[in-house]
Protein backbone atom coordinates (compact mmCIF):
# COMPACT_ATOMS: atom_id res chain seq x y z
CA UNK A 1 0.00 0.00 0.00
CA UNK A 2 1.51 3.36 -0.92
CA UNK A 3 -0.14 6.06 1.66
CA UNK A 4 -0.09 9.55 1.64
CA UNK A 5 0.32 12.11 4.82
CA UNK A 6 -0.72 15.62 4.43
CA UNK A 7 -1.02 18.68 6.95
CA UNK A 8 -3.87 20.81 6.71
CA UNK A 9 -5.24 24.47 8.50
CA UNK A 10 -2.92 26.46 10.84
CA UNK A 11 0.21 25.12 11.20
CA UNK A 12 0.72 23.36 14.91
CA UNK A 13 3.77 22.83 17.09
CA UNK A 14 4.08 18.55 16.80
CA UNK A 15 2.64 18.10 13.01
CA UNK A 16 6.12 16.80 12.24
CA UNK A 17 5.99 14.45 15.25
CA UNK A 18 2.99 12.47 14.05
CA UNK A 19 4.62 12.34 10.43
CA UNK A 20 8.02 10.70 12.21
CA UNK A 21 5.38 8.27 13.82
CA UNK A 22 3.54 7.32 11.31
CA UNK A 23 5.77 6.68 9.55
CA UNK A 24 8.43 5.00 11.72
CA UNK A 25 6.09 2.61 12.47
CA UNK A 26 4.47 2.10 9.22
CA UNK A 27 7.77 0.87 7.38
CA UNK A 28 9.10 -1.02 10.07
CA UNK A 29 6.47 -2.92 11.44
CA UNK A 30 3.99 -2.75 8.29
CA UNK A 31 6.56 -2.74 5.38
CA UNK A 32 4.02 0.08 4.03
CA UNK A 33 5.68 2.82 1.47
CA UNK A 34 4.64 6.86 2.31
CA UNK A 35 4.48 9.81 0.06
CA UNK A 36 4.15 13.38 1.24
CA UNK A 37 1.73 15.96 0.08
CA UNK A 38 2.81 18.97 -0.17
CA UNK A 39 0.45 22.01 1.20
CA UNK A 40 -2.43 20.43 2.72
CA UNK A 41 -5.33 20.16 0.40
CA UNK A 42 -4.16 22.26 -2.72
CA UNK A 43 -1.30 18.97 -2.81
CA UNK A 44 -4.46 16.92 -3.03
CA UNK A 45 -5.80 18.51 -5.86
CA UNK A 46 -3.00 19.70 -7.66
CA UNK A 47 -0.58 16.96 -7.22
CA UNK A 48 2.04 18.03 -5.32
CA UNK A 49 4.42 15.48 -3.60
CA UNK A 50 7.54 14.70 -2.09
CA UNK A 51 9.53 11.84 -0.42
CA UNK A 52 8.50 10.54 2.78
CA UNK A 53 10.88 7.99 4.38
CA UNK A 54 12.54 6.38 7.26
CA UNK A 55 15.82 9.24 6.19
CA UNK A 56 13.53 12.14 5.10
CA UNK A 57 12.31 12.12 8.90
CA UNK A 58 14.86 11.51 10.98
CA UNK A 59 14.79 14.58 14.06
CA UNK A 60 11.49 15.87 13.65
CA UNK A 61 9.57 15.14 16.53
CA UNK A 62 11.44 17.93 18.24
CA UNK A 63 10.73 20.46 15.28
CA UNK A 64 8.28 22.76 14.89
CA UNK A 65 6.06 23.59 12.00
CA UNK A 66 5.76 20.99 9.17
CA UNK A 67 7.88 19.78 7.00
CA UNK A 68 5.43 19.36 4.34
CA UNK A 69 3.90 22.70 4.43
CA UNK A 70 -0.30 23.40 4.65
CA UNK A 71 -2.12 26.05 3.27
CA UNK A 72 -6.32 26.37 4.30
CA UNK A 73 -7.28 24.89 0.31
CA UNK A 74 -10.72 23.92 0.05
CA UNK A 75 -10.14 20.33 -1.85
CA UNK A 76 -13.94 20.71 -2.84
CA UNK A 77 -13.14 24.10 -5.13
CA UNK A 78 -11.27 25.16 -8.29
CA UNK A 79 -11.38 23.27 -11.70
CA UNK A 80 -9.72 20.32 -9.75
CA UNK A 81 -11.37 20.02 -6.80
CA UNK A 82 -14.28 17.47 -5.64
CA UNK A 83 -14.34 13.60 -5.14
CA UNK A 84 -13.76 12.44 -8.67
CA UNK A 85 -11.00 15.02 -9.30
CA UNK A 86 -9.38 14.50 -6.24
CA UNK A 87 -9.56 10.30 -6.43
CA UNK A 88 -8.18 10.67 -9.97
CA UNK A 89 -4.77 12.92 -8.71
CA UNK A 90 -4.59 10.13 -5.79
CA UNK A 91 -5.02 7.42 -8.81
CA UNK A 92 -2.56 8.97 -10.54
CA UNK A 93 0.01 9.10 -7.83
CA UNK A 94 -0.33 6.02 -6.92
CA UNK A 95 -1.85 6.83 -3.95
CA UNK A 96 -4.13 4.29 -2.09
CA UNK A 97 -5.14 6.06 1.38
CA UNK A 98 -4.43 9.36 3.27
CA UNK A 99 -3.42 9.87 6.67
CA UNK A 100 -4.89 13.75 7.22
CA UNK A 101 -3.41 15.96 9.96
CA UNK A 102 -5.40 18.66 10.60
CA UNK A 103 -8.03 20.76 12.58
CA UNK A 104 -12.00 21.27 12.28
CA UNK A 105 -12.08 22.33 8.64
CA UNK A 106 -9.52 19.83 7.38
CA UNK A 107 -11.17 16.89 8.75
CA UNK A 108 -14.74 18.34 8.30
CA UNK A 109 -13.61 17.54 4.43
CA UNK A 110 -12.33 14.51 4.93
CA UNK A 111 -15.36 13.78 5.60
CA UNK A 112 -17.54 14.69 2.85
CA UNK A 113 -14.59 12.74 0.97
CA UNK A 114 -14.93 9.74 3.01
CA UNK A 115 -18.49 9.86 2.16
CA UNK A 116 -18.32 9.95 -1.32
CA UNK A 117 -15.55 6.95 -0.90
CA UNK A 118 -11.92 7.41 -0.37
CA UNK A 119 -9.52 6.20 2.05
CA UNK A 120 -9.19 8.62 4.84
CA UNK A 121 -7.91 8.76 8.30
CA UNK A 122 -7.75 11.88 10.23
CA UNK A 123 -5.20 12.98 13.14
CA UNK A 124 -6.67 16.48 15.18
CA UNK A 125 -4.70 18.71 15.08
CA UNK A 126 -5.56 22.16 16.57
CA UNK A 127 -3.93 24.46 19.15
CA UNK A 128 -7.23 25.50 20.22
CA UNK A 129 -8.32 22.01 21.62
CA UNK A 130 -12.11 22.90 20.30
CA UNK A 131 -12.55 19.53 18.05
CA UNK A 132 -14.92 17.16 20.12
CA UNK A 133 -14.36 13.29 20.63
CA UNK A 134 -10.70 13.57 22.13
CA UNK A 135 -9.73 14.85 25.73
CA UNK A 136 -6.50 16.94 24.03
CA UNK A 137 -5.07 17.48 20.56
CA UNK A 138 -1.57 18.40 19.95
CA UNK A 139 -0.62 21.77 19.96
CA UNK A 140 -2.85 22.87 22.52
CA UNK A 141 -0.01 22.24 25.50
CA UNK A 142 2.76 24.23 23.47
CA UNK A 143 0.40 27.00 22.80
CA UNK A 144 -0.41 27.36 26.61
CA UNK A 145 3.16 27.16 27.48
CA UNK A 146 4.11 29.57 24.96
CA UNK A 147 1.13 31.98 26.23
CA UNK A 148 2.13 31.26 29.82
CA UNK A 149 5.19 33.09 29.58
CA UNK A 150 4.10 35.46 27.51
CA UNK A 151 1.78 36.86 30.24
CA UNK A 152 4.61 36.58 32.84
CA UNK A 153 7.13 38.86 30.44
CA UNK A 154 3.78 40.84 30.06
CA UNK A 155 3.32 40.88 34.06
CA UNK A 156 6.68 42.46 34.84
CA UNK A 157 6.23 45.42 32.36
CA UNK A 158 3.01 45.97 33.96
CA UNK A 159 3.88 46.40 37.72
CA UNK A 160 6.75 48.16 36.55
CA UNK A 161 4.06 51.34 34.90
CA UNK A 162 1.27 50.20 36.81
CA UNK A 163 -0.53 49.40 33.93
CA UNK A 164 -3.36 47.16 33.09
CA UNK A 165 -1.68 44.21 30.77
CA UNK A 166 -4.78 42.86 28.29
CA UNK A 167 -3.14 39.48 26.75
CA UNK A 168 -5.15 38.52 23.00
CA UNK A 169 -4.96 34.55 23.25
CA UNK A 170 -6.01 32.41 20.09
CA UNK A 171 -9.09 29.55 20.57
CA UNK A 172 -11.87 31.31 17.72
CA UNK A 173 -14.88 30.31 19.12
CA UNK A 174 -13.53 28.45 22.63
CA UNK A 175 -11.53 29.85 25.37
CA UNK A 176 -9.40 26.89 26.18
CA UNK A 177 -5.85 28.46 25.90
CA UNK A 178 -7.06 31.54 27.86
CA UNK A 179 -8.22 29.54 30.67
CA UNK A 180 -5.28 27.48 30.93
CA UNK A 181 -2.98 29.87 30.24
CA UNK A 182 -5.53 32.61 32.56
CA UNK A 183 -5.21 30.57 35.28
CA UNK A 184 -1.34 29.18 35.10
CA UNK A 185 -0.04 32.65 34.95
CA UNK A 186 -2.58 33.91 37.70
CA UNK A 187 -4.35 36.80 35.76
CA UNK A 188 -6.76 38.68 37.33
CA UNK A 189 -9.83 38.22 34.92
CA UNK A 190 -9.75 35.70 31.83
CA UNK A 191 -12.31 36.49 29.26
CA UNK A 192 -14.02 33.14 26.43
CA UNK A 193 -16.69 33.14 23.94
CA UNK A 194 -18.18 30.78 26.16
CA UNK A 195 -19.15 33.34 28.98
CA UNK A 196 -19.52 37.21 27.89
CA UNK A 197 -19.32 39.54 30.39
CA UNK A 198 -19.94 43.30 30.87
CA UNK A 199 -17.23 45.99 30.68
CA UNK A 200 -18.77 47.09 33.89
CA UNK A 201 -17.74 43.91 35.73
CA UNK A 202 -14.22 43.67 33.58
CA UNK A 203 -13.10 47.28 34.90
CA UNK A 204 -14.60 46.58 38.52
CA UNK A 205 -11.82 43.44 38.33
CA UNK A 206 -9.35 45.67 37.08
CA UNK A 207 -9.99 48.74 39.47
CA UNK A 208 -9.97 45.81 42.50
CA UNK A 209 -6.49 44.81 41.60
CA UNK A 210 -5.13 48.36 41.00
CA UNK A 211 -6.72 49.41 44.51
CA UNK A 212 -4.73 46.44 45.93
CA UNK A 213 -1.45 47.99 44.51
CA UNK A 214 -0.97 45.55 41.63
CA UNK A 215 -1.24 45.72 38.04
CA UNK A 216 -4.17 44.34 36.35
CA UNK A 217 -3.71 41.31 34.13
CA UNK A 218 -6.87 40.46 31.80
CA UNK A 219 -6.76 37.50 29.48
CA UNK A 220 -8.74 37.55 26.85
CA UNK A 221 -9.54 34.98 23.70
CA UNK A 222 -9.69 36.25 20.26
CA UNK A 223 -13.32 35.16 19.92
CA UNK A 224 -14.37 36.29 23.43
CA UNK A 225 -17.59 38.90 22.96
CA UNK A 226 -19.22 41.66 25.61
CA UNK A 227 -22.45 41.09 26.14
CA UNK A 228 -23.55 43.87 24.05
CA UNK A 229 -21.81 42.35 21.28
CA UNK A 230 -23.84 40.10 18.85
CA UNK A 231 -20.90 38.57 17.07
CA UNK A 232 -17.00 38.22 17.66
CA UNK A 233 -14.81 41.11 17.01
CA UNK A 234 -13.71 40.59 13.37
CA UNK A 235 -12.23 42.74 10.79
CA UNK A 236 -10.11 40.54 8.59
CA UNK A 237 -12.27 38.72 6.34
CA UNK A 238 -13.21 35.06 5.75
CA UNK A 239 -10.73 31.99 5.10
CA UNK A 240 -11.40 29.01 2.51
CA UNK A 241 -14.04 27.52 5.19
CA UNK A 242 -15.68 30.99 5.10
CA UNK A 243 -14.95 31.48 8.78
CA UNK A 244 -14.64 34.56 10.20
CA UNK A 245 -10.89 35.36 10.71
CA UNK A 246 -10.69 36.99 14.14
CA UNK A 247 -8.94 39.03 16.38
CA UNK A 248 -8.03 42.38 18.24
CA UNK A 249 -10.55 42.22 21.01
CA UNK A 250 -7.67 42.90 23.00
CA UNK A 251 -7.57 46.29 21.11
CA UNK A 252 -10.89 47.02 21.82
CA UNK A 253 -10.41 46.35 25.68
CA UNK A 254 -7.86 48.54 26.68
CA UNK A 255 -8.94 51.75 25.70
CA UNK A 256 -12.23 50.91 27.92
CA UNK A 257 -10.81 50.40 30.43
CA UNK A 258 -7.91 52.92 30.72
CA UNK A 259 -11.46 55.47 29.88
CA UNK A 260 -13.78 53.92 32.77
CA UNK A 261 -10.94 53.09 35.40
CA UNK A 262 -7.90 55.79 34.32
CA UNK A 263 -5.70 52.96 34.63
CA UNK A 264 -3.03 52.95 31.63
CA UNK A 265 -4.14 50.06 29.44
CA UNK A 266 -2.07 48.52 26.75
CA UNK A 267 -2.77 45.43 24.45
CA UNK A 268 -0.97 42.30 23.17
CA UNK A 269 -2.08 40.30 20.68
CA UNK A 270 0.31 37.44 20.81
CA UNK A 271 -1.13 35.98 17.98
CA UNK A 272 0.92 33.32 15.47
CA UNK A 273 3.79 33.15 18.34
CA UNK A 274 1.59 30.84 19.91
CA UNK A 275 1.55 28.53 17.00
CA UNK A 276 5.77 28.65 15.99
CA UNK A 277 8.56 27.30 17.68
CA UNK A 278 9.44 23.84 18.81
CA UNK A 279 6.61 21.09 20.41
CA UNK A 280 6.84 20.66 24.48
CA UNK A 281 7.72 17.20 25.62
CA UNK A 282 4.11 16.43 26.08
CA UNK A 283 2.95 17.72 22.64
CA UNK A 284 6.20 15.33 21.15
CA UNK A 285 4.78 12.38 23.06
CA UNK A 286 0.97 12.89 21.82
CA UNK A 287 1.72 13.29 18.53
CA UNK A 288 4.14 10.20 17.95
CA UNK A 289 1.41 8.00 19.54
CA UNK A 290 -1.25 9.82 16.96
CA UNK A 291 1.28 9.18 14.46
CA UNK A 292 1.91 5.41 15.45
CA UNK A 293 -2.12 5.13 15.79
CA UNK A 294 -3.20 6.52 12.60
CA UNK A 295 -1.11 3.86 10.74
CA UNK A 296 -2.60 1.13 12.33
CA UNK A 297 -6.08 2.41 11.27
CA UNK A 298 -5.23 2.76 7.86
CA UNK A 299 -3.76 -1.08 8.10
CA UNK A 300 -7.19 -1.84 9.76
CA UNK A 301 -9.20 0.01 7.02
CA UNK A 302 -10.59 2.53 9.59
CA UNK A 303 -11.79 4.92 6.90
CA UNK A 304 -13.62 8.09 8.34
CA UNK A 305 -12.39 7.72 11.59
CA UNK A 306 -9.96 9.98 13.89
CA UNK A 307 -7.38 8.56 16.22
CA UNK A 308 -8.72 10.03 19.26
CA UNK A 309 -7.13 10.76 23.60
CA UNK A 310 -9.37 9.40 25.86
CA UNK A 311 -7.94 9.65 28.91
CA UNK A 312 -4.71 8.19 28.72
CA UNK A 313 -5.68 5.61 25.81
CA UNK A 314 -5.81 5.91 21.96
CA UNK A 315 -9.24 5.19 20.37
CA UNK A 316 -10.78 5.66 17.39
CA UNK A 317 -14.24 7.88 16.25
CA UNK A 318 -15.99 8.40 13.14
CA UNK A 319 -15.24 11.75 12.25
CA UNK A 320 -18.67 12.91 12.71
CA UNK A 321 -18.61 12.41 16.09
CA UNK A 322 -15.58 14.56 15.91
CA UNK A 323 -17.53 17.57 14.14
CA UNK A 324 -20.25 16.81 15.80
CA UNK A 325 -20.03 20.34 18.09
CA UNK A 326 -17.52 22.55 19.66
CA UNK A 327 -15.85 20.94 22.78
CA UNK A 328 -16.53 24.27 25.40
CA UNK A 329 -15.36 24.95 28.37
CA UNK A 330 -17.89 23.46 30.49
CA UNK A 331 -19.45 26.70 33.32
CA UNK A 332 -18.03 24.39 36.16
CA UNK A 333 -14.20 25.10 34.96
CA UNK A 334 -14.62 28.85 34.47
CA UNK A 335 -16.19 29.23 37.83
CA UNK A 336 -13.69 27.53 39.72
CA UNK A 337 -11.48 30.27 37.65
CA UNK A 338 -13.65 33.28 38.46
CA UNK A 339 -12.45 32.60 42.20
CA UNK A 340 -9.48 33.85 41.42
CA UNK A 341 -10.69 36.95 39.79
CA UNK A 342 -10.14 41.14 41.07
Known amino acids: MRIGVLTSGGDCPGLNAVIRGAVLKGTKIYNQEFVGIRDGWRGVVEGLTMPLDRHSVRGLSKQGGTVLGTSRTNPFEGPHGGPKNVQATLDRLGIDALIAIGGEGTLAAAKRLTDEGLKIVGVPKTIDNDLDATDYSFGFDTAVEIATEAIDRLRTTGESHKR ?142 MVALRGTDLVNVPFADALGGLKKVPAARYDEAAILFG
Open 164 to 305: CMVVEVMGRHVGWIALHAGMAAGAHAILIPERPQSVEQICDWAKSVADRGRAPVIVVSEGFTLDTMESAHSEKGLDAFNRPRLGGIGDVLAPIIEERTGIESRSTVLGHLQRGGVPSAYDRVLSTRLGMAAIDSVMNGEWGT
